[in-house]
């Protein structure tokens, strides 16, 4: 069952306690919900000599807007989610704050999904994210992941 309303501040809560890298790259939870989550990264932290933003730092946020939204799915259930694969397409130099975007717009996939969690204890699921800066387009991701039944995470996001 997904919930309704996520709170965005213990949605990042999460993130920093268990992926902390993710607050060494300064990223922020600027949206969370059911059906899309939108995550945003300062310059400062994923500078690279060139003084644009590390292509490290893009994929990784990309990588955690999609994972994020698979867990935020999956948070009432007994289970992991684990990336399988991942491409990022890298379109534009990025020289301020991004923002990695993932949005479910197939809805019968995430039903697909459900369905096979429930009766298999896996299920994969392929997720895009779009990564955006000053209004521009900068890069895309596409990734496989992974739910794993039967295994509890600890902290969870929604009690």
Do not use: K
């Amino acid at each position: 069952m997904v919930v309704d309303s996520i709170d965005r501040a213990a949605v990042e809560a999460y993130l920093h306690e268990h992926i902390p890298i993710s607050s060494a790259m300064g990223i922020a939870v600027t949206l969370a919900s059911p059906v899309e989550v939108a995550l945003s990264a300062p310059l400062v932290p994923n500078v690279n000599h060139r003084s644009t933003v590390f292509g490290g730092s893009i994929a990784s946020v990309a990588i955690l807007a999609a994972w994020t939204l698979a867990h935020l799915r999956v948070a009432d259930r007994p289970s992991r989610v684990v990336i399988q694969r991942a491409e990022t397409d890298y379109l534009l130099p990025i020289r301020s704050p991004f923002t990695a975007t993932c949005r479910l717009d197939d809805e019968a996939a995430w039903e697909r999904f459900d369905r096979t969690l429930a009766r298999h204890g896996r299920a994969r699921i392929a997720l895009e994210a779009t990564v955006s800066s000053g209004g521009r387009l900068v890069a895309t991701f596409r990734g496989t992941y992974v739910a794993i039944g039967g295994e509890v995470e600890d902290g969870s996001l929604h009690g």
